[in-house]
């Protein structure tokens, strides 16, 4: 009833057209797969899997034909992350991002560093060194009382 009624306003349904898109042709049915979608999708960080059931291949035919194009897109996304973390740290002054920063990608630790002002003091057990304790208190306490 609602398609003949002729009175109704606003917009009409779209009708699908053809068109073309120019891509490979891959895997047995011969399906075009546009390069720079596989990049933007894997740009998103959608998976292989996601990106071969979104153009109706096969995983491997994808891994296969467009690898490049998926390492670049996992790349520009390592480096959108890369940015936002930075600025994150940077401009929002974020304290737990740039504690995980600092750790990162400057080497930092929570833990303390083995190094020689951290070492303990050498140890020498020979019997020339051997002090009684109650001479050394009764040293002391001579010495204040002076």
């Given at each position: 009833m609602y398609m003949e009624d002729k009175a109704k306003t606003g917009?009409?349904?779209k009708e699908l057209v053809q068109g073309t898109i120019e891509?490979?042709?891959?895997?047995r049915d011969k399906k075009v797969v546009p390069p720079d979608q596989v990049?933007?999708?894997?740009?998103?960080g959608c998976s292989n899997t996601d990106i071969a059931n979104f153009f109706g291949v096969t995983e491997q035919t994808i891994r296969y034909n467009f690898s490049e194009y998926i390492t670049k897109g996992k790349e520009e996304l390592k480096i959108t992350l890369r940015r936002s973390m930075l600025k994150n740290a940077t401009v929002h002054m974020n304290a737990a991002v740039q504690i995980f920063l600092a750790k990162n990608i400057l080497g930092m630790t929570s833990e303390p560093m083995a190094t020689e002002a951290n070492a303990p003091l050498p140890w020498n057990e020979s019997d020339e060194t051997d002090v009684d304790i109650e001479e050394y208190v009764?040293?002391?306490?001579?010495?204040e009382t002076n």
């Open positions: 917009p009409k349904p891509g490979l042709c891959v895997g990049q933007e999708l894997a740009a998103l009764e040293e002391e306490t001579n010495d």
